[in-house]
């Protein structure tokens, strides 16, 4: 199939409960998803925490493309790609710093932190050029929620808070935890890659199916009540946020066990620094009812996983590779709980994880399955039967069903059929 | 540093102690591997060069004792999926230098390759590694192993066996 002038046929590929396998392995299919998601939806790209200071910078992505994240003198953040200009070097080799300008080292042509080009050298050659027509190329459009930066090449298209939807809520969860109200991404990245199609990672982070297999060996050993919130008599559910956007509600779970921080495997006596400042913030009645929630287990379609005290962002290089960057999210102005947070965010994710080398090994053991050519596809009707609506009118099943992952289908599809 | 010849036995005896924990880790001999380790022994494996301060930054592990603990009784279970079957390892310590003394530890570095085989394929890993060992009831102990990948800036693939 060649994705220029082949249409898919859908019909055949995404089916209400079941898709081909063929949707992880096709190349041609992956360059189609370039076009139609990761180059035109609202990606995640970073968090303004990660260049606090005028002219800082950080180097990030939008699928396979590296994106500069700039803040300017002025404080405005950028998203610029690392291309030159002129004959299309990369401007930027460094993973951070700060930096007012890039200078190409091929020719020496220097662009402000904005995208401008400011200059080369031997400008006699440059006679009558404009040189406001040769700025860096950069994100079409940029916006923030609760400091996520997200960018899109599509100039026009939903806002970002209509891309967030019924997931926008769960952001103002997060950042609620904090007692400033903010959360910073401060810890540095783990670069995690496994030979998987993206698509089997969004799904895994919000199938509540898997956990009690892929992680027995974890839950034998640690003491951690997660395995009891993904079993079948778990009253958490899984919940299709709309949008290909998806979580598993454990609150139901952690009101029963009515612990201001068991959500975390821990106590307010045990924080008690952020427990004052928590307090103080919202009130105890209300920071108590906040800390018993605890933070969102949401997948924000495509590329932005809140795994409670983690972030993932997915990145694909291929068909048939992907990256998952992953750090701990930090609540400013609460060293106490950061310092756990990192803790427990390093033992669990990155290539050594105790949770996520297993979580990659099935990935990566699927993705050799799917080259089997039968059965034709995969089934994704667990819990079909048993769905139902929230007050807010959400698709709802139990926590182990496979609802997240058909709406993430529907969604997909809806943006791969659009013109 | 000058070297005299009771250290040209001392490092003969590191020498050992580094070989003996390479080829428990290559046979994923845990038990015999862990109780190599003193009572506060620190594992870190660092991201991103040096790692920085690890209480501060991400590390692909940073282990306090009771998580080295936890890490091994999580591959006893044999139902590490990641570790099940198990990599096929190999590796070579060598470059062996004794850097000199810290308190009781004996400060020491080595550079390491190790080849793994698993249901991906196959990889090498190629680090430098730093040991403070101890001598505890007579026997060479690990307080601390730092594995600095030469790689370690870029994405890599699960690496759940002991390196
Ligand atoms: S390619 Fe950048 S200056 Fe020539
Ligand atoms: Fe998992």
Redesign the interface.
Known sequence: MNAADAIPNWDSLIRPHEVRGSMYTDPALFELELQKIWYRTWVYVGHVSEVPQPNDFVMKSIGPQAVIMTRDKDGEIHLLLNRCSHRGNQVCLK?SGNAGSFTCPYHGWTFTNNGKLRGYPFPTGYEGVDNSQLGLGRVTRMSIYQGFVFGSFAAEGPTLEEHLGGARETLDRLVRNSPENEIEIT?????????SNWKFLVENETDGYHPQF?H???F???KSGIGDLYSSKSTAVSRDLGGGHSENDLRPEFRRLDKPLGWFGTSAERLPDYTAKMNAAHGEGRAREIMIDGTPHVMIFPNLFVAEIQIFVIQPLSVSET?QH???IQFKGAPDIN?RL?QQ???SV???G?L???D???Y??TQ?GVQALKPDYLYLGRGKHREREDEQGFVVGDATDEVPTRGMWRHYRSQMEAD | MAFDANDSLLLCEIEQFLYHEARLADDHQYEAWESLWTEDGVYWIPANGEGGDPEQVMSIVYDNRSRIALRIKQLLTGKRLSQTPRSGLRRIVSNVEMLGRENQDLRVTANAFVFESTLRGDLVWASRNEYRLRRVGGELRMAYKKVTLVNNDKALYSMSFLI
């Open positions: 993973d810890a540095g990245f783990l670069k995690h890659q496994v030979r892929v027995a060996s974890i034998a050993v640690a990256v992953v750090t701990a310092r990192r965010t390093m033992g990155g290539p050594a105790l996520l080398a297993d990659g090994e099935m990566e053991r050799r």
